[in-house]
């Protein structure tokens, strides 16, 4: 999870690095953006030291250098764009409200603000005069309109020595408008998640494997959810490309066996267990110690690998447990019985002979299956279908902690 915090000219800037220190301790990365007389009231060094990241603080390099624009921060902000979950104003002045409203790109945050497609929270600080007059609440509306989030200013004792609106809100204020932004809440506070994800690869020989198509996505977009809503994380994933989720407990595996094994060497640590890995249902019964090599027809003995959902369904003491199913008929018929003899709390069940979803896409539609019922979650952003799923998991720890829920 990480947002682009963009700092602006004003007194209040110096409160941005405890904003910054803020989202950190809610496990957000943070990006820092100044604005040019951003500068004059904090040192980027400042935000350099908090985030480990280099701060951002123009399209083009330093002047005297020939005017000649430095191309890798150019076209930076397009890079930042695609990697962030949010972006965050504050202090947000006047001119940078009247700029976004009207599209104006003449720098690096501005040009940031129409590069992007996510959530955007403004927090504005200014003189009251400044903060009641029409034009800034004109381009404040319009913002509104566009979706932009604002959180409005505190009123009190000023810097410029009036008395009224215009005081940076609250830190806590801003930080907590940017998680609820981001989807973020503290329901899985305190719990330990055990997750799985990705494919698995069952050798032939040293050099092929028996693989399939999952890019792991799905998990890593529930890890990412787990940490947001306040869980620790246990992530034990077979091969992917993808960055590792920070701060997660990281266990990389081959096989369908070594997944088990890590998976029960951490069962006992656990309250949730979620099995979104595509584990595969079948190995070679004899592995070649050499490359095979092509001298025509081949027949390969296949033999199961051990059912590591059904295992811990056995095993569990009062762990919640969901499981994942991809089918491409029948799916929630098919769903339902897995759930049943696996001894699931609910699973996740989807129709990968849909084009565009499942497999190796950003994209998931998807039925989840209780004991009590089938949640269809329609077409989104795997990372809101993870929010979607662990809002399952949150009601099935409350039913289960209730007087009327089953203790297993």
Not at 85 to 90: E, I, K, M, T
Not at 161 to 167: D, L, N, W
Not at 271 to 287: H, L, T
Request: glycine share 6%; proline share 5%; with cysteine.
């Amino acid at each position: 999870m990480k947002v682009a915090l963009g700092v602006t000219g004003g007194i209040a800037a110096y409160k941005a690095a405890e904003i910054v220190r803020l989202l950190q301790d809610c496990n957000v990365q943070v990006q820092v953006v100044m604005t040019r007389s951003a500068q004059e009231f904090v040192r980027p060094l400042t935000f350099a030291a908090l985030t480990g990241r280099k701060v951002i603080t123009d399209l083009f390099g330093p002047e005297g250098a020939e005017s000649v624009p430095n191309l890798d921060s150019a076209v930076e902000h397009i890079a930042v764009a695609q990697e962030i979950d949010a972006l965050v104003v504050a202090p947000a002045t006047a001119g940078i409200i009247a700029k976004f409203a009207q599209g104006i790109a003449d720098d690096f945050l501005t040009t940031l603000h129409l590069a992007t497609r996510v959530p955007i929270i403004i927090a504005p600080a200014m003189n009251v005069n400044m903060w009641e007059h029409p034009a800034t609440q004109a381009n404040l509306a319009i913002l509104r309109q566009r979706g932009v989030r604002i959180v409005e200013p505190d009123s009190g004792y000023l810097a410029c020595g009036m008395i009224g609106s215009g005081r940076l809100a609250a830190n806590e204020t801003i930080v907590s408008s940017v998680m609820d932004a981001l989807h973020a809440t503290r329901e899985l506070a305190g719990e330990t998640v055990l997750i799985t994800a990705g494919p698995t690869r069952e050798p032939i020989d040293p050099v092929r494997y028996i693989g399939n198509r999952s890019s792991g996505k799905m998990g890593y977009a529930l890890a990412e959810a787990a940490l947001r809503n306040g869980a620790k994380v246990i992530l034990v994933s077979g091969p992917t490309a993808l960055e590792k989720p920070a701060p997660v407990e990281l266990i990389e595996v081959q096989t369908a066996e070594e997944m088990r094994n890590a998976v029960l060497s951490k069962l006992d640590q656990a309250s949730i267990v979620i099995k979104a890995a595509a584990v595969a249902d079948y190995k070679p019964k004899q592995v070649a110690g050499q490359k095979i090599k092509r001298k025509g027809s081949f027949t390969l003995e296949l033999e199961p690998t051990e059912d590591i959902a059904a295992e811990i369904g056995k095993r569990r003491s009062n762990q919640i447990v969901i499981g994942f199913a991809a089918e491409t008929e029948n799916v929630v018929e098919n769903g339902r019985k897995k759930l049943i003899s696996k001894s699931l709390d609910a699973i996740v069940v989807n129709d990968v002979s849909k084009p565009g979803i499942g497999f190796d896409s950003e994209r998931n539609a998807v039925t989840i299956i209780t004991a009590d019922n089938e949640i269809e979650i329609p077409e989104a952003d795997k990372s809101q279908i993870a929010m979607e799923i662990l809002k399952v998991v949150a009601s099935l720890k409350q039913k289960r902690r209730s007087p009327q829920g089953t203790t297993r």
